[in-house]
């Protein structure tokens, strides 16, 4: 399978990076091709300008290359910090320029926008590691966990018809360095099992 990594976190010591790292490092080693993006160190523009919303609008030679690579994943991986319960506008500014039109999605003819998009990403599995300083339970009873609805239901249910995982890691500014390596090795487990299990799905 081929799986696009995308990494949003401009601290280069972060966990999210060692996150990345160890997802990245586990595809290769059971025989997925890995094309990893560090949006920070590559200095993405987040900045969707006006000339790029339409559909058939003349692209900037960086956002082609993400968009057709994305075209062609059989799996994606993201990973970000919860931070006010959205990713970094890094990673949101990469979801409006590369998840446009023609490429992750399209509306039937004669559809203007207000129905339901036809997906267009041939994505078996998306699978999403998020890191938090807030308690599970407060997350859930408080905020209602709005990174979950957005990954899910607002970006990857309207985009591809693969199976979606997410998972959370918290507290990490209190976590100790044992801590930080069960978690680094579920993240292992996790990729192996998510893009093994998915490797022979059909998504027609």
């Not at 990076?17 to 920070?40: P, S, T």
């Not at 910090?81 to 949101?92: H, S, T």
Request: proline content about 6%; some cysteine.
């Amino acid at each position: 399978m081929q799986i696009s990594v995308i990494l949003a976190h401009p601290d280069k010591n972060s966990f999210n990076h060692a996150i990345a790292h160890a997802a990245a490092q586990q595809l290769q080693h059971d025989g997925h091709a890995v094309c990893m993006h560090d949006l920070y160190a590559e200095a993405f523009d987040p900045i969707l300008p006006l000339e790029e919303i339409p559909r058939n609008a003349v692209l900037p030679e960086f956002v082609k290359a993400h968009c057709r690579e994305i075209s062609e994943a059989d799996g994606i991986i993201i990973v970000h910090p919860n931070w006010w319960g959205q990713p970094p506008a890094i990673l949101k500014g990469w979801v409006d320029r590369v998840l446009r039109p023609g490429v992750a999605y399209e509306f039937i003819e004669g559809d203007s926008g207000g129905g339901v998009p036809q997906k267009l990403l041939k994505i078996r599995a998306a699978l999403v590691f998020n890191t938090s300083n807030t308690p599970d339970s407060r997350e859930q009873e408080s905020f209602g966990d709005p990174l979950e609805q957005m990954w899910k239901d607002c970006v990857f249910g309207l985009c591809c018809k693969g199976r979606f995982v997410r998972e959370t890691f918290s507290v990490v500014v209190t976590s100790t360095a044992q801590q930080r390596g069960a978690w680094l090795e579920h993240v292992r487990v996790m990729t192996s099992d998510v893009f093994t299990s998915s490797h022979n799905l059909s998504v027609g």
